[in-house]
């Protein structure tokens, strides 16, 4: 979905993108999916990893989770570095943009924080994640405008999109709070008899009254207790509306499990940052300059576009799989440049 989505938006003809068009309506709309899928998944993940592990080890756990929650944070800010503009002396603050792999990064980053400080209560960590999910979707009318001159531009563009951010942590780390209480939930009661039959009995319901009945409960909130805030909300209903479309494909995965088992797909899913990386270089020239957009932007044809997707899509997922190596090649590198500026460091304070 992020590869092709990413492909044909950026490549395809801007006449085709009309809602006039059947079948631009329905990419459309599974294109918005996407995002809160994967931050989603990323909370399920991490949370599951994170808790399941013996209580001994969870603290190296906890400290893995913030080594790849900068690692993700460095990559994101890499990939828009223009070292050719910087060596003629010219340095644009589109570097200082902020993406998904920032937006992850400091979410992993909460997530250990929370599961820290709540260790020795699973269910005030439960009520801490959700609550962290409704207040950011609830308030989304606030701070959708938000400017903050105030602050420096990497950190303002954290939380306002004027300056061109794809993603700020506000809505965002919604769907990853919400998603480590369901790694939390699978963690705790998968062993229970029925646990699955009525789980996704559960999401499946959640999501379908996510998608149909929550701008009208929200409405409805609103009518009752007068609290505007509500009525804004349901107005723009986008964040609770794609948590519903979230649930529901989570729960047709979940079902198809066994399917999965030794498949491509497992092989895929330890290449994901690497997979990331290589479509974010060939697609839009990150540290060259030079990519797909910048002979083909905007100017394909449907047909086109939909071949060119498919081949991009393979291409991009055989060279992960054949020419890069798993997920934690990034993160071992990664750990041993931390420990080396962390030995400098110290001598430096010593000496």
């Known amino acids: 979905m992020m590869l092709q989505g990413h492909f044909i938006d950026t490549l395809l003809d801007p006449v085709y993108k009309s809602h006039e068009y059947l079948a631009f309506t329905v990419w459309s709309y599974f294109r918005g999916i996407t995002a809160p899928l994967f931050f989603t998944i990323t909370g399920i993940v991490f949370t599951y990893l994170a808790i399941k592990c013996e209580p001994e080890k969870q603290n190296e756990r906890l400290l893995k989770g913030i080594q790849r929650g900068l690692l993700l944070i460095v990559i994101g800010y890499a990939l828009r570095a223009q070292p050719f503009s910087w060596i003629k002396g010219y340095f644009n603050s589109y570097f200082w943009v902020v993406d998904v792999l920032q937006c992850i990064g400091v979410s992993l980053i909460f997530l250990v924080f929370l599961i820290k400080t709540t260790r020795k209560s699973i269910w005030l960590f439960a009520v801490l994640i959700c609550s962290v999910t409704f207040v950011v979707f609830l308030t989304e009318p ?35 709070t919400f998603g480590a209480f369901i790694g939390q939930i699978i963690l705790l009661f998968n062993r229970k008899v029925h646990f699955k039959r009525w789980f996704t009995f559960i999401l499946m319901t959640s999501g379908i009254v996510l998608i149909y009945f929550s701008s009208s409960i929200l409405r409805f909130i609103a009518l009752q207790s007068g609290i505007t805030l509500f009525e804004q909300v349901a107005n723009y209903n986008y964040l609770f509306i794609r948590l519903g479309d979230v649930l529901i494909i989570f729960t047709i995965f979940y079902l198809l499990e066994r399917c999965f088992k030794n498949s491509l797909i497992i092989d895929i899913g330890t290449k994901t940052l690497s997979i990331y990386v290589i479509h974010f270089i060939v697609l839009y020239g990150s540290f060259t300059g030079i990519g797909l957009k910048t002979f083909y932007n905007k100017s394909l044809s449907p047909f086109e576009a939909i071949i060119s997707a498919i081949i991009f899509l393979v291409v991009v997922s055989l060279i992960a799989i054949f020419r890069t190596r798993t997920n934690a090649f990034f993160y071992k590198y990664f750990k041993k440049i931390i420990a080396f500026v962390k030995e400098k460091v110290v001598t430096l304070l010593d000496s």
């Open 142 to 176: 606030w701070y959708r405008t938000i400017e903050i001159p105030q602050l420096p531009l990497f950190l303002e563009n954290y939380f306002s999109k004027s300056n061109g951010s794809v993603f700020t942590i506000i809505p965002w780390i919604g769907y990853v």
